[in-house]
């Protein structure tokens, strides 16, 4: 698991100079095992530029350039040389200049070269460690920035940030998530932590049909007890995905793919509750939560058609198969630059169910890693309401009141903690305070007996 400090301190109290070497030593304390640190290895000065001209140059090699010149904020323009070609005359533009060290490494100075003295460099996406894109240079316009040139752009697109990468246990699943990851650094540490399902504010939604009919549960264990969906209608799905989540979703090890998208990744990685977003146009009647019928078959997101298998859990809609629960959707319902109207999804899903799916199709995903290792079954009404609060907030939608919310109240297990227990366990004297404090933290409700606890 990838950790950005910037995502994690939005949750917990961190030292106002905090390190990557201080993250890891706090989360080995709570039996995080360390195992790489990540950075966009992006040093300055990298600033915002606004280039004046764009004179194309034919070469003799057959190979065109273009000699520009760039307000960087200074008192002169800088001459540049650039063979990229998807920019005009006004366009904002990222400019590393000399001084400059790019990922790789690879050091910008200026340099003689086309006839001309190439005073800095005009950046792609792909130069600056921010995606995979390298057909041209990055427009400021296509992502949706607005700036000033000389402005900083390592801070603007969030190029400052870093992560601590720490192994996660496999039953240790909440692990797999910055809110998980910010409790046990503030278990560690003793530093203020809020909690982020805490600060969604869940609103009611009824009137889409959504029904699970598993005929076949597995050790008896029905496949869904969960099932939370919002439709949120007239997004733009065409829009960027902000800077700054991006740079979140690169340093966590995912890439930028589009916004409806991104969001539903971010908020998997921050609360650890896969969601899912259809083309509800695409939808033919409700949802209904199956096991597979002989014979049927599914085409992924991945292109690929699959043979099914009565074990695996499907969400099928009048249409047939759209996904394999858990683990991967749809290709036929699958959101696009056309998409306006979206169905939030979120599930909550049996570990073994998935865990067989997503094995016997060889088909490993970030989702089927976290519900196979034990998911918050609360979780999924709050992980569906903030993915549309941010298709709302950055997608320009409305979030309508057709949805529903299917939760089986998990039950409560009662633990009974004799006095004295812990402290001859562990070969440690603690208080009772301490004892009750710890278990508090952890999110048990606590209450005394003569001989003990209640947990």
Request: aromatic content about 6%; some cysteine.
């Amino acid at each position: 698991m990838r950790v950005p400090i910037s995502w994690l301190g939005d949750w917990v109290d961190l030292p106002e100079s905090v390190t990557l070497e201080h993250l890891h030593e706090a989360l080995v304390k709570v039996g995080f095992e360390e195992e790489d640190v990540h950075d966009f290895a992006v040093t300055g000065p990298v600033v915002v530029g606004c280039v004046l001209e764009r004179t194309p140059e034919p070469q003799s090699n057959g190979k065109t350039i273009n000699w520009c010149l760039v307000d960087v904020g200074e008192p002169e323009p800088r001459g540049i040389v650039c063979g990229a070609h998807n920019f005009e005359a006004g366009d904002l533009v990222v400019v590393s200049l000399p001084g400059a060290v790019l990922p790789g490494p690879f050091p910008i100075s200026a340099r003689k070269t086309y006839g001309h003295v190439s005073d800095g460099m005009i950046a792609s996406e792909r130069e600056l460690g921010l995606g995979d894109e390298h057909g041209g240079i990055l427009r400021l316009a296509d992502r949706g920035i607005v700036a000033e040139p000389g402005d900083d752009a390592i801070a603007l697109f969030g190029l400052d940030d870093a992560a601590v990468e720490i192994n996660v246990t496999p039953d240790r699943g909440y692990a797999l998530s910055i809110r998980g990851i910010a409790r046990e650094y503030s278990h560690s540490t003793g530093a203020r932590f809020t909690d982020p399902a805490s600060v969604v504010a869940v609103g009611t939604a009824e009137g889409f049909s959504v029904r699970v009919d598993d005929a076949a549960p597995i050790r008896g264990r029905v496949g869904c007890d969960a099932f939370a969906a919002r439709v949120v209608r007239g997004v733009d799905a065409t829009v960027p995905s902000p800077p700054w989540m991006v740079a979140r979703l690169r340093l966590a090890g995912i890439r930028s793919i589009s916004l409806p998208v991104d969001v539903t990744n971010y908020v998997m990685l921050e609360l650890g509750q896969p969601t899912h977003a259809y083309d509800l146009a695409t939808l033919r009647g409700g949802i209904v939560v199956r096991r597979a019928n002989a014979g049927e078959t599914v085409e992924t997101l991945d292109g690929q058609v699959r043979k099914l298998d009565p074990e695996d859990l499907l969400i099928t809609d009048d249409s047939g198969a759209i996904g394999l629960a858990g683990v991967m959707g749809g290709l036929s319902t699958e959101v696009t630059d056309a998409t306006t109207d979206i169905l939030v999804e979120a599930a909550h899903f049996d570990p073994v169910t998935v865990a067989r799916t997503a094995r016997r199709h060889k088909l490993w995903s970030e989702a089927s890693k976290r519900f196979e290792r034990g998911a918050d079954p609360t979780l999924g009404p709050i992980a569906a309401q903030r993915v549309a609060d941010l298709l709302v907030e950055f997608g320009g939608g409305t979030i309508d009141t057709l949805g529903t919310t299917i939760v089986a109240p998990p039950t409560a297990i009662t633990i009974d903690l004799p006095d004295g227990w812990i402290d001859r366990l562990i070969g440690v004297d603690y208080s009772a305070d301490e004892v009750a404090d710890s278990l508090v933290a952890i999110g048990c409700t606590v209450g005394s007996t003569e001989t003990g606890w209640v947990v």
